[in-house]
């Protein structure tokens, strides 16, 4: 199985910028790379996805390694609507491999 | 635009009772996804669905799980007889097209279900 791995939690200060790291070392050429959101009592929340460029839309930007064995989600300003369990998620074809994700929590 | 729709919220059953789990994804999604995630881990596929044909269920306990979804929409996913180690949460999720660039999948808020 495809399988990411990420630091357990991270810590960040409100409106300060938040880089959270994913690896995805079995990474094919053809496996996008997502990441979701989830809060307490919901279900996961699409945040962002690319496969070789670096991406950004409203809510974060992902940053993409070159060899794309690992990724970086950026959340500009954190806010603390943004404390969740973040999932690093492996696309291989039609499979969504998630891994155990990056709880984060954000002090005001 | 409605969300997916799952049905119930919670449900306790005992250890060895049947129980059965509904969802309506969002109109027009031809992929329909049944994760199942136990308390501190990531969702874990059970089985996709395109249409109402069976893509993928590699990680469906088939002498237990079985799901269906008739006529391409509603989907149901039943557990029976269940375990102690069933507990955890159902979510399931809808994809417009899950082969094209633009998968973004969207979820229900789930059914947390407690075997005793």
């Known amino acids: 199985d495809a399988k990411t791995t990420q630091p357990n939690s991270m810590e960040s200060n409100e409106e300060e910028p938040v880089h959270l790291p994913c690896n995805h070392s079995?990474?094919?050429?053809?496996?996008?790379i997502h990441w979701y959101r989830q809060l307490p009592s919901q279900g996961p929340e699409y945040v962002i996805h690319?496969?070789?460029s670096n991406v950004n839309n409203r809510m974060a930007s992902l940053a993409i390694a070159e060899d794309r064995k690992s990724s970086t989600l950026i959340l500009h300003r954190a806010t603390l609507r943004d404390a969740a369990v973040y999932y690093c998620?492996?696309?291989?074809?039609?499979?969504?491999?998630f891994g155990s994700g990056t709880k984060l929590n954000v002090k005001p | 635009e409605a969300g997916v729709a799952q049905s119930p919220r919670y449900k306790i059953i005992e250890k060895r009772q049947s129980v059965a789990f509904w969802c309506n994804p969002i109109?027009?999604?031809?992929?329909l996804y049944w994760y199942q995630q136990i308390l501190g881990q990531g969702p874990k596929l059970l089985i996709q669905?395109?249409?109402?044909?069976?893509?993928?269920d590699s990680q469906l306990p088939k002498d237990r799980f079985s799901a269906e979804r008739l006529k391409g929409v509603d989907s149901t996913l039943k557990i029976q007889p269940a375990k102690l180690e069933d507990s955890a949460v159902y979510l399931c999720?809808?994809?417009?097209?899950?082969?094209?660039?633009?998968?973004?999948?969207?979820f229900g808020p789930g059914t947390r279900l407690t075997v005793l």
């Open positions: 669905f395109q249409n109402n044909g069976v893509v993928d």
């Open positions: 999720a809808s994809s417009l097209d899950p082969q094209g660039f633009n998968n973004e999948q969207f």
């Open positions: 079995t990474i094919s050429g053809t496996d996008y």
């Open positions: 998620v492996q696309w291989n074809f039609n499979k969504f491999y």
């Open positions: 690319g496969l070789t």
């Open positions: 109109s027009g999604h031809a992929t």
